[in-house]
Each structure stands twice: as structure tokens, then as C-alpha cells.
């Protein structure tokens, strides 16, 4: 039976994680329990065949929530349903259900380095993945056949070329391609890509990129693909999700997020992204201003003259009340700071929204 392409794989709703705080001196006498917002209230879904990008600065909770839909983390609330059925509420430390989830549901890691053990080759690594999961087959014959086959996908070929090879043989791609040919050693249905190419050479990460589209066309996998560059994310993803001190605050399909942003940080995150054409047009203005001096300087969100936003993230052990963007808003109002806004719907296509009071009863 075919697998209709728009298929649910993997769905979070209102996944929450907060790490508890260690105490020190004299705090250590105190009964008070400190946490660290690290995740509240998310939901997102992967479709099989699509691929979902989560986007935001450092420190926003991505990894943490691709570290808890691969069951790494305990979960403080939430649900987590893989093909329509719950998981269990902690972490599964090793045994057959864990297991049995990995199969399922493979993480990329940030850093191939870190992640693949610098005493082994690559052939170790990759047959030790496939022995876990079940598919090395019976004898040397099958397992040779099976190892160049997972290099042939990442497109590592000839295979003998890179068997006997340790991580500090490779390049930065090569080995992110060995890590991602350990994850298909699983022949995964999801793929949970945590910022893939942000420690690979700029030269080389749209190789990578392309590689994972092609294994989603290939293998019809549902790939939530974690960055902090929204310009990777209009590319390479069906869908974006914009994450910010914790929480979503946009989301829709990738080029009505990346060219119409509505929420005041997805601006802001658009805006900081290169764009050779505007600083083209940057130039031409100021150029134009004629030794005007500052007020001849483009603005911040919203363009030229727009308020631009100042300050830091807020701490996530005590967040702000009310939208957690406020504090570095330009157009905060009263209601912002008191009152957490829902998403509300941008436009008329029902797909596109921002949790964002400026849309409260706007359909525009």
C-alpha cells in the first residue's frame, strides 16, 4: 500500500521542557525550585516527504526540542505521537522500546567531530549502527553490500575508499556525510537535522543540503531541519517555524514566512539575513544622502526610518510576562506586556500565523 505523502509521522503538541537550576551557597538553603524555561508550549508536525525547518537565534530552545522529539530529554509536559500514538512520558534509557523509537526517529548532529568516536573508522561506525538496528544481514557478504550501499547514498563512493578511514581523515562534509549515513543505517522515517552545515565550510553546505533533499525525495522522510539561517530555511524547507526565547511566535509555508514576515522578529531575522540586493540599495541611499550623516542610516525592522529593536534575550529562568519578545519590540503595546498572545491568523490563506497581538482581528 502506498503511503499518502502528506502523511503525520511525527507530531509534538504543547511539549514543554524546563531544567531545574543548581543551587550554590547559601541558595542551596533555600526551598524555592528555579527552572529554565528552556521550552514551552510547542507544537509543530512532520510530514512525510516535507521537511520542516525550525529557525531562530542561539539560545531559543531548537536543539533542546529536536533533543526531545529523539526522546534524549525527559519531557516536563506534552505529548509526543509518532503515526498517531503517544510516547512515553520519560525518556527511554536504552532497552527495546527505545530502540524500537530510533528506528523511526534519527538525529543529525550539530558537530560530525563530536559526534562520531575519534578511536574508529568509519567502517565500525557504520556496522555497528546497522548491528543495533538489525540490518547487517547474514555473513561479511551482506554487511559489505549493506555498508556500500549507506556510503553510495550519502554519495561516498568508491566505499573501500572511506571504510578504513578515521573521523580525522575527513573533511568536515565527509564526515557529516558518514553521520548522516549512520542515521540511515536505521532506514529511518523521520530525520531530526540539528543545524547540519553550520560547522561545515560555506563552500560545502549546499552540497549537504542537497543531499538531504534528495534523501527526502528518495526515501520520502519527514526531516525537521534546525537553523538559525532563515536564508537556508526559504530554500531548502516546505514549512518554516519561527522560535524565539522558547516559544513559536510565526509560522506557514516557507516563502510567504521568508518574504512576508509578520511577526516583528521574523523581520528582524529576515533583515539580518545577507541580501546583496538591499545593500545594494543601502548603498545608493546613503550614497544619495550626500554626507548626511546618521540620519542617512537605513532602520531596523520594517526598513528605512523603522524603530529598530535593542536589548538582549530575556532570561529564561525568570521570562517576561505577557509576549517574550516585548522587552526588544518596537511596537509593543500595553497588552504585550501582561497578556501572552495566541496565534492568530495572517492573511486569508488559514496557513499562515504569528502569535502576535498586532494581528489581533487583522486578516491582512
Same mark, same amino acid.
Given at each position: ?15 514543554t521542557?524546563?531544567?531545574? @537550576? ?5 541558595a542551596? /538553603?533555600?526551598?524555592?525550585? &528555579?527552572? @529554565? ?12 516527504? !516535507? ?8 539560545g531559543?530552545?531548537?536543539? $533542546? ?9 525527559p519531557r516536563?509536559?506534552?505529548?509526543i505521537? %509518532? ?15 527505545? &530502540? ?5 526517529? !534519527?538525529?543529525?548532529f ?26 547487517a544481514?547474514?555473513g561479511?557478504?551482506?554487511? &559489505? ?13 568508491p ?32 530525520? /531530526? ?17 542537497? %543531499?538531504? &533533499? ?9 526531516? /525537521?531541519?534546525? $537553523? ?17 526565547? +522558547?516559544?513559536?511566535?510565526?509560522? +506557514? ?16 531575522? @529576515? ?35 523603522a ?14 510576562a ?12 500595553d497588552?504585550?506586556?501582561?497578556e501572552?498572545?495566541?496565534?492568530? !491568523? ?14 489581533? +482581528?487583522?486578516?491582512?
Open positions: 500500500m502506498t503511503t499518502p505523502a502528506a502523511e503525520v509521522v511525527l507530531e509534538a503538541e504543547g511539549l521542557k524546563h531544567f531545574p @537550576v543548581r543551587k550554590r551557597g547559601r542551596a /538553603l533555600s526551598r524555592e525550585v &528555579r527552572v @529554565v524555561h528552556a521550552v514551552d508550549d510547542v507544537d509543530l508536525r512532520l510530514l512525510r516527504g !516535507q521537511v520542516t525547518s525550525l529557525v531562530g537565534e542561539s531559543s530552545g531548537k536543539s $533542546t526540542v529536536a533533543r526531545l522529539l529523539a526522546q534524549l530529554y516536563t509536559s506534552g505529548d505521537r %509518532l503515526h498517531g500514538e503517544p510516547t512515553p512520558l520519560a525518556t527511554a534509557r536504552g532497552g527495546r522500546r527505545f &530502540r524500537a523509537y530510533c528506528r523511526r526517529v !534519527q538525529l543529525i550539530q558537530d560530525p567531530f563530536a559526534s562520531l568516536n575519534p578511536v574508529h573508522n568509519v567502517e565500525y561506525h557504520l556496522t555497528r549502527a546497522l548491528r543495533i538496528h538489525g540490518r544481514g547474514q561479511k557478504e551482506q554487511l &559489505r553490500a549493506a555498508l556500500a550501499n549507506l556510503l553510495d547514498r550519502v554519495q561516498l563512493t566505499a573501500d575508499r572511506y571504510l578504513s578511514k578515521y573521523p580525522h581523515e575527513l573533511s568536515g562534509g565527509q564526515r557529516q556525510r558518514v553521520a548522516i549515513a549512520r542515521a540511515l543505517a536505521a532506514d529511518p522515517e523521520a530525520l /531530526l537535522a540539528d543545524e547540519p552545515v553550520s560547522m561545515l565550510d560555506v563552500s560545502i553546505r549546499l552540497g549537504v543540503l542537497n %543531499l538531504l &533533499r534528495d534523501l527526502k525525495e528518495r526515501l520520502n522522510l519527514a526531516i /525537521l531541519y534546525i $537553523t538559525h539561517d532563515i536564508a537556508s530555511a526559504r530554500y531548502f524547507a516546505d514549512t518554516v517555524l519561527v522560535m524565539y526565547a +522558547g516559544r513559536m511566535v510565526e509560522g +506557514g509555508d516557507s516563502e510567504t514566512v521568508t518574504q512576508r514576515p509578520a511577526h516583528p522578529y521574523t523581520r528582524l531575522l @529576515v533583515e539580518s539575513a545577507p541580501d546583496p540586493d538591499r545593500l545594494t540599495s543601502e548603498a545608493g541611499s546613503l550614497g544619495e544622502a550626500g554626507g548626511a550623516g546618521e540620519a542617512g542610516t537605513a532602520g531596523g525592522v520594517g526598513g528605512a526610518g524603530p529598530v529593536p535593542g536589548g538582549e534575550p530575556p532570561s529564561l529562568i525568570s521570562p517576561p505577557g509576549c517574550r519578545f516585548h522587552p526588544r519590540c518596537p511596537f509593543v503595546m497588552k504585550c506586556r501582561t501572552l498572545p495566541p496565534r492568530l !491568523q495572517v492573511g486569508d490563506t488559514g496557513e499562515h500565523w504569528a502569535a502576535c497581538w498586532l494581528f489581533e +482581528g487583522v486578516a491582512a
